[in-house]
Structure formats: C-alpha cells, structure tokens
C-alpha cells in the first residue's frame, strides 16, 4: 500500500467559473504548464504553492488536497 | 504546423547540415563544391536565421503546449549535440594529425574554441530572446525540481565516467601512458568530460518535460 497526494484544482476552478487554467497560473505565480501537471495529477506541488492554489481557488487547502492510500 | 514552425524546421535542418559540411568535410569537394566552405556559411546563415527567427516570432516557433524553460531545454540539447559533433570531429583532427600539438594554441589552430565560442554565443542570444513573452512566468518550482533531477543525472553520469577512465588509465601500462598521454589530451579529455555532463543534464531534462506532459 502507498499514500500519494491526490486534489480537486480542476474540480474547484471549472465550479469558480469562468477560471481557466492561465488565470489560475498567473494568481499563483506559476506556468500554465505546470496546472496542466497538477491537473493531471503528474505533480505534487511545494506546501507554499498548494497554499497559493487553494487560495486562488477561494478553499481550504483540505479542500483542494488530500492525502490517500492507494493500493 | 504553423508556417513559422515550417520555416523554424527548414532552419534547424539547414544549421545541421552546414554543420556537418562545416565539422566534416574542410578538406573535401563534392561535384566541384567545397564543402567545408559552403557547410559554414550554411551554418553561419542558419543560425543567423534561426535569432532572427526568435526575435521576431519567439511565440509561434515552438507548440503552445511547451513552456518558456521547457523550449529553453530543447534548444539547449540542439546546441549540445552541435557542440558534441565539434567535439568529435576536433579529437578526429588530433588523432590524424602527425604530432599532437602541446599548447592551447594547438587547439585554436583547429578552430574548435572559436566554434564553442560562436555556438555558446548563439545560444545564449536564442535562449535570451525566447523568454522575451511579456507577462509570463519564465520559470517555476516545477522547473526547478526537474532542473535539480537532470543535475543530479548528470552528477552520475560525471561519476560513472570519472570511474571509468580511472579503470582505463590504471590499466594501461606506464610507457604507452607516458607516450599517449600529453597535456593537451588531457586537456581534451576533461573538455570532453563536461560536454557529456551538459549532454546527460539536457537529455535528462528534455526528457523529464516529456514524461510531465499531460
């Protein structure tokens, strides 16, 4: 069994609509390529940008982010 | 694809091909051609084709899917290759030639130097001029963290290649390393040496871009 950080980015930015993924780069101060990343679950961000993140997206950072068992 | 990226292709092949006529045929004609001549005036006019290029649509050469740092690394493995090929073709040169030359002068006389000095220069102007997009975030923590794991790649490979030419030089006898080993093959070894490096950082980057994408 292994834990992995899971989220909902694209979840919570399609319902705060209309929030595309360059807006939600620019409000954390990152690349777009890198939401796609995080989107795609292919990332796992730093403690500081998951703060940013669920911030922009108006969330708590429980919200936005989970920790799970996968098996 | 976009007749920018057309072009931007046409360009890329052209810098290789007047690269390899450049590196690998100063000596030699073909069909009354020469092709060392023309192969550097191929590349000189390729790369000054590829800044303008850059300074004038840096947008639209390169897929919109494709960060600034990300463009950045794929040009870079693009120069590294160059720069390896000069390499060769420079090692090919002192092994040909009758003496081995025993200063540093030995290696501007084979114009290597002047080469990496033009190669490093273009890059760095081609580098420079695509990061100009107003607005936009050049380089993240992302990029980083996957900088950081092509450094740490390159950290091995420097490693396993240092091991490697431990085992080598131990293993050859005294007289044929005296013989064989002036300063200036040395010189050439640890040239060699960082160029590998750089090439296992930018392979390893280019490819940890790749494998990122969703």
């Known amino acids: 069994m292994s834990e992995h950080i899971v989220n909902r ?30 989107e795609a679950g292919k990332y796992s961000p730093s403690l500081e940008l998951a703060f940013k993140l669920a911030r922009a997206l108006g969330r708590n950072l429980e919200e936005v982010f989970q920790y799970a068992e996968k098996n | 694809m976009r007749s920018v990226q057309r072009l931007a292709w046409v360009l890329l092949l052209a810098t290789l091909a007047g690269a390899l006529g450049a590196l690998f045929g100063p000596s030699g ?34 897929p919109e899917h494709m960060s600034v740092s990300e463009r950045r690394a794929w040009v870079g493995l693009a120069f590294i290759v160059v720069i390896l090929a000069s390499f060769a ?92 080993l002036s300063p200036i093959v040395l010189a050439n070894l640890l040239i060699g040496l960082l160029i590998a490096k750089t090439l296992v950082e930018h392979v390893a980057l280019a490819l940890a871009y790749r494998a990122g994408r969703a």
């Not at chain 2, 009758?98 to 000095?117: C, D, K, M, V, Y």
């Open chain 2, 89 to 180: 073709r420079q090692l090919w040169v002192l092994s040909g030639s009758a003496s081995i030359p025993e200063s540093i002068h030995g290696l501007f006389a084979h114009q290597f130097i002047q080469r990496l000095i033009t190669l490093i220069i273009a890059w760095s102007v081609i580098s420079s001029l695509i990061g100009r997009r107003a607005g936009e975030v050049e380089t993240d923590e992302r990029d980083l963290r996957l900088r950081h794991r092509a450094d740490r790649a390159g950290d091995w490979a420097f490693t396993l290649i240092v091991i490697a030419g431990i085992c080598v030089l131990a293993s050859i006898p005294a007289p044929l390393l005296a013989w064989w």
């Open chain 2, 29 to 62: 004609r073909w069909g009354g051609v020469d092709l060392g001549g023309t192969g550097a005036a191929v590349l000189m006019l390729a790369l000054g084709g590829a800044v303008w290029l850059f300074a004038v649509r840096s947008d639209q050469v390169f």
């Open chain 1, 9 to 38: 980015i694209r979840e919570w930015r399609l319902l705060r609509a209309p929030m595309t993924q360059a807006e939600l780069a620019h409000a954390c101060s990152v690349t777009r390529q890198t939401i796609i990343a995080l």
